[in-house]
């Protein structure tokens, strides 16, 4: 998508994303491209990944760091989870893209061996309370740091999920986050007012 971006407007992908997303919405505490001294001074926390899946973390910040940059488009952006929900409620009301491109997001796509949704073309579906509306939004996984955004439409309620402990190498931590937001996703989409 960067490239294609990139290739169509004549701008760079950051220069895009500024322009047409972050300052629009007063996304101030969105940040890409960081440098070390930077994240020091942002307050980052430190990131961990379990190299040996014998559950002993490791400290992997600056490589976490280095990973994210050189991912570009991928993963070189952080942010807050206010502004994460912001950026998301301006989505689902319509301020980021037309109606007919998150309609779009939302075309389910069987899972390989399921006969239920699983994603869409920009939104990954879950079905956490029997009988509801499905509930959507996107995972995201770094080498130390694992994401959930998750969006209920029966009760109108956005959560953001950000661990600094990555779960893309297969162990014990791999299932412990996986378990932990599946428990927090199926909480919220059963909560009652």
Not at 128 to 148: L, M, N, R, Y
Request: charged content about 20%; overall charge negative; aromatic content about 16%.
């Amino acid at each position: 998508m960067q490239v294609i971006l990139e290739n169509i407007s004549g701008n760079s992908y950051w220069q895009l994303l500024d322009e047409q997303i972050l300052e629009p919405l007063q996304l101030t505490h969105t940040f890409h491209g960081l440098n070390e001294q930077q994240t020091l001074s942002l307050g980052f926390p430190n990131f961990y990944f379990d190299r040996y899946a014998n559950e002993q973390l490791e400290n992997n910040t600056k490589w976490n760091s280095a990973l994210a940059n050189a991912s570009d488009a991928y993963g070189a952006l952080a942010a807050t989870a206010s502004d994460v929900i912001t950026f998301h409620e301006a989505l689902i009301n319509g301020e980021v893209t037309s109606e007919s491109s998150f309609e779009e997001m939302q075309n389910w796509v069987e899972g390989v061996n399921s006969t239920e949704p699983e994603y869409g073309e920009g939104f990954e579906y879950w079905q956490f309370k029997e009988g509801s509306t499905p509930q959507f939004g996107h995972e995201g996984d770094g080498i130390g740091c694992s994401t959930q955004f998750f969006y209920v439409p029966d009760n109108k309620t956005y959560m953001y999920i950000n661990i600094n402990v990555g779960r893309q190498m297969y162990g014990p931590y791999l299932f412990k986050i996986t378990d932990m937001k599946r428990d927090l996703c199926r909480y919220v989409a059963n909560w009652q007012d």
